[in-house]
């Protein structure tokens, strides 16, 4: 893999981060992006037709991405939150406020029409800023 001076990436447990080519966070500058992050470890999917699980899983691992930069959900600034279906707006908000409350970052909510396994019901993006913690 090419290194860029001042960019950071880390992987995790993903098998479709090797498979497709992706890094599940990269930080660059005071920004660290977490990629799409769906409710697996490894190969085993956690909340299976329970969005408000799977949402609790998909942002324990995307903030465990955060770790991996010392950083934790005081630093979030945007989350993105995809879902199968407008029904499950409220459970993944459910989710969403547990982690988030105290930190109120920018949130956006897509229904989309599936994803790469057809039992997933969410997946989540977080943003974050390095410097917020020093402001």
Same mark, same amino acid.
């Given at each position: 893999?090419?290194?860029?001076?001042?960019?950071r990436?880390? @992987?995790?447990d993903? +098998?479709?981060? &090797?498979?497709?080519?992706f890094?599940?966070?990269?930080?660059a500058? /005071?920004?660290?992006h977490?990629?799409?992050t769906? +409710?697996?470890?490894?190969?085993?999917?956690?909340g299976?037709?329970? +969005?408000?699980? @799977?949402?609790?899983?998909a942002?324990?691992?995307?903030?465990?991405?955060l770790? &991996?930069?010392?950083?934790g959900a005081e630093s979030?600034? !945007?989350t !993105?939150?995809?879902?199968?279906?407008?029904?499950d *707006? /409220?459970? *993944?908000?459910?989710?969403h406020?547990e982690?988030?409350d105290?930190?109120r970052?920018?949130?956006t909510?897509?229904? *989309?029409?599936?994803f790469v /396994?057809?039992?997933?019901l969410v997946?989540v993006?977080?943003e974050?800023f !390095?410097?917020a913690?020093?402001?």
């Amino acid at each position: 893999m090419t290194e860029t001076p001042g960019v950071r990436r880390v @992987q995790s447990d993903s +098998p479709w981060e &090797e498979q497709f080519g992706f890094a599940r966070g990269v930080a660059a500058g /005071d920004r660290v992006h977490v990629a799409g992050t769906m +409710p697996f470890v490894g190969t085993v999917l956690y909340g299976e037709g329970d +969005p408000y699980e @799977q949402a609790k899983v998909a942002f324990t691992n995307a903030l465990a991405a955060l770790e &991996e930069f010392g950083l934790g959900a005081e630093s979030v600034v !945007r989350t !993105r939150m995809y879902l199968t279906h407008t029904r499950d *707006v /409220d459970a *993944v908000g459910r989710a969403h406020k547990e982690f988030f409350d105290a930190v109120r970052p920018v949130a956006t909510v897509v229904v *989309v029409s599936g994803f790469v /396994d057809s039992r997933v019901l969410v997946e989540v993006e977080l943003e974050a800023f !390095r410097g917020a913690r020093e402001q």
